[in-house]
Structure formats: C-alpha cells, structure tokens
Nanobody
C-alpha cells in the first residue's frame, strides 16, 4: 500500500517561499510508470494541479505557476518537494501530493493534505 504524507509549515508570510515535502512509503518514486504531483485547493475553489516529477526525474509545471514553482526529489529519502516563491494570500490552500500514472489523468494515491495559510 502506497502512502504519501505532506509536511511543512502551516503559516507563511507574504513574499516568502513556501516549502513542502512529500514522504512516500510503500513504493519508490523512481518506479515506472508513475509521476508524483503537487495539487492544491484554495478555500471555496476546485483542485489545481501545480506540477509534478516523473519517475525518471523530469519535471512539469502548470504554465500559470511555472515562474514561481520548483519541484525536486531526494531519491535516498524517497521524498519529493515543492517550493513556491513570492507567495501571496491567494496561495492559501490545502496542498496535496499524489501519485499518478503517466499518460493518464488518474491519481491512485493521495496524501491527506496540509493547510498552508499565507498571512502576515
């Protein structure tokens, strides 16, 4: 059973960088054909895909967030991380990490989500 767990600060100040880590157990982040995504849900809004990293290390980003987003991994710890720079209150959301299958829209496994609030 694959499990994902998000971790990181729950409160970030405007203009700072939001950093979150997803720790994966029960499966390697280097196993084909999976990719590992960050998805967020602002209050009262739908899910927004932010970007992801494929099993081979290739990264993809949402065009609207690409300038501010970086996703990277630590294979020795079986973790992948998100950095979102220059945050504003509009980045307040529940942030999820999830495992998808390449060339599909299916996400088989999700973390429980972590609330991040951007406020001074």
């Amino acid at each position: 059973q694959v499990q994902l767990q998000e971790s990181g600060p729950g409160l970030v100040k405007p203009s700072q960088t939001l950093s979150l880590t997803c720790t994966v157990s029960g499966g390697s982040i280097t196993t084909s054909p999976y990719y590992w995504s960050w998805i967020r849900q602002p209050p009262g809004k739908g899910l927004e895909w932010m970007g992801g990293i494929v099993y081979d290390g290739v990264t993809y980003y949402s065009p609207s967030l690409k300038i501010h987003t970086s996703i990277f991994r630590d294979t020795s710890k079986n973790q992948f991380s998100l950095q979102l720079s220059s945050v504003t209150p509009e980045d307040t959301a529940v942030y999820y990490c999830a495992r998808g299958v390449v060339n599909t829209d299916e996400y088989e496994y999700w973390g429980q989500g972590t609330q991040v609030t951007v406020s001074s």
